[in-house]
């Protein structure tokens, strides 16, 4: 069967989903008017009618759980080699959840401290994550995502020194290699598709993970170890940039690569300006994957990182509501709003 024969559902759906994305006017009429239960009223459909300023978790859940659900649609729409690794995209958020548990325990906060700030995704329901946040366990933690696969690379995790929050960061390095891994589909055009996306975003992640570094202070081979075990364009400036000696050296490094424009025009650079900018590059070619041929996992994976780039607006969104932060700050923050 043609490409077009095997997607034609798949870019159907994608197109349909992709209409209801948010436009960057509906946002910036958010940021600007309406109170928080408006605005949850509003992006949840009137699902949820009433939020609290003190806890926003069933909000943000509820949000979630809809993203989950839209990637198991276009899953039973794919064709069979591609449904692995739309599966695995929306995974994302209880390795996210994974990442959290994880970290309260290592920085031993209290169970009911971190069960405000711990989104529920997928099988860590409400009531598990509060199960293993009593645990103290982590053991526990990574014994319940059921992946054999993950419980033997994160594991030996625990015993090195400062085991948690090591263990905290291979749960990236396992994902996203995974998802790397992934990607390698049977059919030329698909792997192409995916891997372009796919592998931007790890590149982001790794500069990022740089800048990290250099704040904490690390020397080059921790940093190097923070790594995510791909490099898709860097080559080696990514040696170069684990090496900087400071974030303005690192910035000076990165303008050899093509990821130097999306921070072009920029005044103070930090990690949080650095972060956003290539979130809305990456959503940028998310968007771009658009004008190409529909008939390829390449457009569900783009509607599916859009997703999640929405959600990440949306949390903002709601968090600056319910924390009183100036309109201004709230859409400075907003990556899909920009495009």
Same mark, same amino acid.
């Given at each position: 069967?043609?490409?077009?024969?095997?997607?034609?559902?798949?870019?159907a759906a994608?197109?349909s989903?992709?209409a209801?994305?948010?436009?960057?006017?509906?946002?910036?009429?958010l940021?600007?008017?309406?109170?928080?239960?408006e605005t949850?009223?509003?992006?949840t459909?009137?699902?949820?009618?009433?939020a609290?300023?003190?806890d926003? /978790?069933?909000?943000?859940s509820?949000?979630i759980?809809r993203?989950?659900?839209?990637?198991?649609? %276009?899953?039973?729409?794919a064709?069979y080699?591609?449904?692995?690794?739309?599966?695995?995209?929306?995974?994302?958020?209880?390795?996210?959840? /994974?990442?959290?548990i994880?970290?309260?325990?290592?920085d031993?906060?209290?169970?009911?401290?971190?069960?405000?700030?711990?989104?529920?995704?997928g099988?860590?329901?409400p009531?598990?994550?509060?199960e293993?946040?009593e645990?103290r366990?982590?053991?526990?933690?990574i014994?319940?995502?059921?992946?054999?696969?993950?419980?033997?690379?994160?594991?030996?995790?625990?015993?090195?020194e400062k085991?948690?929050?090591t263990?905290?960061?291979?749960?990236?390095?396992?994902?996203?290699?995974k %998802?790397?891994?992934?990607?390698?589909?049977?059919?030329?055009?698909?792997?192409? #598709?995916?891997?372009?996306?796919?592998?931007? %975003? /790890?590149d982001h992640?790794?500069?990022?993970?740089?800048?990290r570094?250099?704040?904490?202070e690390?020397?080059a081979?921790?940093a190097?170890?923070?790594?995510?075990p791909?490099?898709?364009?860097?080559?080696?400036v990514?040696t170069e940039?684990?090496?900087?000696a400071?974030?303005?050296?690192?910035l000076?490094?990165?303008?050899?690569?093509?990821?130097?424009?999306?921070?072009q025009?920029?005044?103070?650079?930090?990690?949080?300006v650095v972060?956003?900018m290539?979130?809305?590059?990456?959503?940028?070619?998310?968007?771009?994957?658009?004008?190409?041929?529909p008939?390829?996992v390449? %457009?569900?994976?783009?509607?599916?990182?859009?997703k999640?780039y929405?959600?990440r607006?949306l949390? #903002?969104?709601?968090?600056?509501?319910?924390?009183?932060?100036p309109?201004?700050r709230?859409?400075?923050?907003? /990556?899909?709003?920009?495009?």
């Amino acid at each position: 069967m043609t490409g077009a024969g095997r997607y034609a559902e798949l870019a159907a759906a994608v197109r349909s989903f992709k209409a209801g994305l948010l436009q960057p006017n509906q946002v910036n009429r958010l940021v600007e008017t309406g109170s928080l239960s408006e605005t949850v009223s509003m992006v949840t459909e009137g699902h949820v009618t009433t939020a609290s300023a003190t806890d926003l /978790i069933p909000v943000e859940s509820y949000l979630i759980e809809r993203v989950i659900e839209l990637a198991q649609r %276009l899953t039973s729409y794919a064709p069979y080699d591609s449904r692995a690794l739309i599966k695995l995209i929306a995974a994302a958020h209880e390795y996210a959840c /994974i990442k959290e548990i994880l970290k309260a325990i290592s920085d031993q906060v209290s169970p009911e401290e971190a069960s405000a700030h711990i989104v529920p995704a997928g099988k860590f329901t409400p009531e598990k994550c509060k199960e293993l946040l009593e645990s103290r366990n982590p053991s526990r933690v990574i014994e319940t995502f059921g992946d054999e696969a993950f419980k033997r690379f994160v594991t030996p995790k625990l015993a090195a020194e400062k085991g948690g929050m090591t263990a905290v960061g291979s749960v990236d390095q396992y994902y996203y290699r995974k %998802l790397w891994e992934a990607s390698n589909l049977p059919d030329p055009l698909d792997a192409q #598709s995916a891997r372009g996306l796919i592998g931007e %975003l /790890i590149d982001h992640l790794n500069i990022l993970l740089c800048f990290r570094a250099r704040l904490m202070e690390l020397n080059a081979r921790a940093a190097s170890d923070m790594m995510i075990p791909v490099n898709y364009g860097l080559g080696h400036v990514l040696t170069e940039m684990s090496e900087a000696a400071s974030t303005q050296s690192l910035l000076r490094i990165l303008e050899k690569t093509p990821y130097s424009r999306a921070l072009q025009g920029q005044g103070v650079m930090d990690g949080g300006v650095v972060e956003r900018m290539l979130s809305r590059s990456h959503a940028q070619t998310c968007l771009n994957a658009f004008a190409g041929s529909p008939f390829n996992v390449g %457009l569900a994976l783009a509607f599916l990182f859009l997703k999640n780039y929405e959600l990440r607006d949306l949390f #903002s969104l709601i968090n600056g509501k319910a924390n009183n932060v100036p309109a201004d700050r709230i859409a400075e923050s907003l /990556i899909l709003a920009h495009r």
